[in-house]
């Protein structure tokens, strides 16, 4: 079974801070990881994806991801936070070998402060 | 920017009674999925559908759903006989190809069953 934790809820930073979402997840063959993002009344909105190769992945609006295959982690993070930034964050796995639906994490909700 | 759409925004309903979600893909995807989220709650995989006929489904997915693309553009999600607990905003999703793997997600449908 393919599982995801974001261990925190809430992440509040100020603008201009580097910021960091964690996610860590769990499946039994290679995963394939994405990060989502969900603005007030609107649909997911696909921000980037770790299929293979680099372990930094660029994605939408300056975000990148790393894959750390030893700590099974997929932390989101941006160098200079915007307040445009604040919304619902949420890391996403698929095992490679198996399931194609996404299992999702409970989602970080990031809070930019002016 | 093609988009996934999905109707209506929000449907107030009667415990027992039918509802349809639509959702119209983006136009060239052969993929599709339904998802829910409970307030407050993870994004949880319904089902996942493709030429026609259902790939996977989770347990959510009992006798009471099914889906359908009834002419070839709307894909759809029916529940028969609606309890308190399908309260949720449904997803849609679209993925292009079997050699794409980001799903594109619809603003969602906000049902409330009263």
Not at chain 1, 7 to 29: F, H, I, M, R, W
Not at chain 1, 50 to 77: C, M, P, R, W
Not at chain 2, 61 to 71: A, C, G, L
Request: with cysteine.
């Amino acid at each position: 079974a393919q599982s995801v934790a974001q261990p925190e809820d809430q992440v509040n930073v100020a603008e201009g801070n580097p910021l960091t979402v964690k996610c860590t997840y769990s499946v039994s063959g290679n995963p394939y990881l994405f990060w989502y993002v969900q603005y007030p009344n609107r649909g997911l909105q696909f921000l980037l994806k770790y299929i293979t190769g680099d372990n930094l992945v660029k994605g939408s609006y300056g975000f990148e991801a790393e894959f750390n295959k030893s700590q099974t982690s997929f932390h989101l993070k941006k160098p200079s936070a915007l307040v445009s930034d604040s919304a619902l964050y949420f890391c996403a796995v698929r095992d490679e070998g198996s399931a194609r639906q996404l299992t999702f994490g409970s989602g970080t909700q990031l809070t930019v402060l002016p | 920017e093609p988009e996934v759409t999905q109707t209506p925004s929000h449907q107030v309903t009667q415990m027992g009674q039918e509802v349809i979600l639509r959702c119209v893909p983006i136009s060239n995807h052969l993929y599709f999925y339904w998802y829910r989220q409970i307030l407050g709650q993870k994004v949880e995989f319904l089902v996942s559908f493709y030429n026609n006929e259902i790939s996977e489904k989770s347990e959510i997915f009992d006798d009471q759903f099914s889906v359908e693309r009834p002419d070839g553009s709307n894909f759809t999600l029916k529940i028969r006989s609606t309890k308190l607990e399908d309260s949720a905003m449904y997803f849609c999703a679209t993925r292009e190809a079997a050699s794409s793997y980001e799903q594109y997600f619809g603003p969602g449908t906000r049902l409330t069953v009263t």
